[in-house]
């Protein structure tokens, strides 16, 4: 099946632009409860897999030795906006571990958060990779390496790190990965149906009613998640705010080119959708749109606003149109 269109853009009056792609919303029992486009679409889930990233750090119990914070995890599972808070957590975790900046395998780039970013360049300052939205990824990473071994070349794919991480992934998923690639910040990235991974955050969103060792790790990430909104993304940002408007009821992660997840533990359902043409402002939408049709949302929300329903505005503030959910996609007639 080909993606179908999830977000329209208006302007003037007149259709201007449609994104397309693909979604499913999913019951931990399997119960397929929506699609739309073809689930069975292969992807690179990108950063929106990062608590199965986490998942072997907690449950191989490395997370509990180093005595982990909920905190600490939820950066963890973080694509963060290099804010004072992000990057003082990171160094502070590494300092922890006896380690530092140049034991890091993301890569530096210059932070997401604005003031951080105004500040580094007034002071002439290059980033270091704490900055990098992945470092609490990678601290994770380093803290499992820490307990598994393998050298300090963590994001190698046959490194024992990443070994764990695929097994994780195929054992959540329920699939044999499709694949792999090089993701922004250097660690694999493993490929599977946009259907394997609504059936994974549907198990992260059940974990809490389910017991051994995996659930527990599951349940305790999701946790971190809700209960730490401002470390998962940063302020402004969709993944903190729309937790924060859900009040805890959602955990939600983005990954680059348009991938959003969900975890939904009081549903018991898991989300996952990508819009194809990799516009983030379309995942957002068509995330937010879900949310609110499944009741999580009231659709006056500020947040419903911010990333659906608000005016879209130039450089002068003029309103020059809006998004809309195109007709079919999340309860729209």
Known sequence: MAAVPMVEVWRGGLLEGVHTGHAIVLHADGDVIAAWGDPATVIFPRSSCKMIQALPLVESGAA??????????????????????????????????GLGDDDLRCGAHMPLDQTVRDQMIRAGEAPCQVHNNCSGKHCGFLTLAGRIGGGPEYVEPGHPVQAAVRAATEEVTGETVAGWG??????????????????????????????????????????????????????????TELMRATGGRAALKTGAEAVYVAMLPEREIGIALKVMDGASRASEAAITGLLVWLGLLDPGHPAVGRFLTGPQRNWRGLVTGNLRLASGFAGQP
């Open 64 to 97: 509990g030795a180093a005595g982990l914070t909920d905190a600490q995890l939820a950066l963890a599972c973080a694509s963060h906006s290099g804010a004072a808070v992000h990057t003082r957590m990171a160094r502070d975790w590494l300092a922890g571990l």
């Open 182 to 239: 090089i993701d922004g910040c250097s660690a694999p990235n493993f490929a599977v149906t946009l259907h394997g991974l609504a059936r994974a955050m549907a198990g992260f969103a059940s974990a809490s009613g389910r017991g051994g060792t995996r659930a527990a790790a599951m349940a305790r990430l999701v946790r971190a998640m809700t209960a730490y909104p401002h470390l998962v993304a940063g302020e402004g940002r969709a993944c």
